[in-house]
């Protein structure tokens, strides 16, 4: 039995709940993941683990020998890759999910930057608004915009994206140019519904000026839960819509998007990444979030207030 090979085993099926999700991840069969856990427990002479039909649970043994496990991995990680010579960067597979529009637009242009100087680190990212069971699906990281629903989670504040209200030219030669925004909630404006993933719903958006504080969430006759469709939604003049500036900066400098409600401001989006907290982080996942904050501070630094969230 090659012991790395069985406790990385071991701590895969404990973070995917599932020995075939754990083999799926390793890319080995699950008949020899079962027998380097079960080889594993033969030498310890403990159950780590318990096993149904139905799901694999976590021994009270186990939990604890996991916990020392993730830390040894995670060190003889960090071991290989502080090498002198050529095994000096960090390597490996990196499993990342990020937001579609942020990934289309900041992320992946800027990859290259990141790849040439690392280029021992293979990146795996999901693109997509919902939220993504880090544990259950063996996630590294994920970005996310706004504040974090899971208090589990352990997280790095990477920016303050700044937020506007945009249209389509198309859209208020027909609607008219609303002049306040309660003028949204009037039959004849609309706009563009975003569904967020951990309600499923549209959410009122806060804005204020120095006279007043409003939460407007206006009627839609669409609703996406896609950041770019929400954005395609928009640009077809299908309503009105609150974009971070990043996303809204091209369109307007083409015209395709007019601001709207410049004398108000509305709360900036936080964008986080977030990872596992039982995780001691490797090399590779540190400099990634290392290099993303350095990005993102180039686009939507984070608030001197919030810098050591």
């Not at 991995?73 to 090498?83: F, K, N, T």
């Not at 969430?217 to 974009?243: E, F, I, P, S, T």
Request: hydrophobic fraction near 45%; aromatic fraction near 6%; charge should be neutral.
């Amino acid at each position: 039995m090659d012991r790395f090979d069985a406790m990385q085993a071991f701590a895969r099926v404990v973070e995917a709940g599932s020995f075939t999700k754990a083999a799926e991840t390793l890319h080995m069969s699950k008949t020899t993941v079962t027998q380097l856990v079960q080889q594993l427990e033969a030498r310890l002479r403990v159950k780590l683990l318990n096993r149904t039909t139905r799901k694999v649970n976590v021994t009270v043994d186990g939990a604890a020998y996991y916990e020392r496990v993730i830390r040894l991995l995670a060190d003889m990680d960090d071991a290989e890759s502080s090498l002198s010579g050529a095994s000096a960067l960090p390597k490996g597979r990196l499993r990342i999910d990020v937001p579609s529009p942020l990934a289309n637009l900041i992320l992946v242009p800027a990859l290259p930057e990141f790849c040439a100087r690392y280029p021992d680190i293979q990146i795996d990212m999901g693109v997509s608004d919902r939220i993504v069971d880090i544990i259950d699906e063996n996630v590294d990281c994920v970005l996310r915009g706004g504040e974090l629903r899971d208090q589990s989670l352990m997280a790095r504040r990477v920016a303050d994206l700044q937020l506007g209200v945009f249209a389509a030219p198309g859209y208020l030669a027909r609607a008219g140019t609303p002049r306040h925004p309660r003028e949204l909630e009037d039959s004849h404006h609309r706009v563009v519904g975003f569904l967020w993933a951990h309600t499923g719903k549209a959410v009122p958006y806060a804005m204020h000026n120095q006279q007043e504080h409003l939460q407007i969430k206006g009627r839609h006759v669409l609703a996406v839960d896609d950041g770019n469709a929400y954005l395609a939604a928009g640009l077809a003049g299908l309503g009105v819509l609150w974009l971070p500036t990043y996303m809204s900066g091209p369109h307007q400098a083409r015209g395709e998007l007019l601001p709207l409600f410049e004398d108000w401001r509305l709360e900036p989006m936080p964008l986080y990444v977030a990872y596992p907290p039982n995780r001691h982080l490797s090399r590779k996942v540190r400099v990634f979030i290392d290099w993303v904050a350095e990005l993102m501070a180039r686009h939507a630094p984070v608030a001197a207030r919030h810098l050591g969230h």
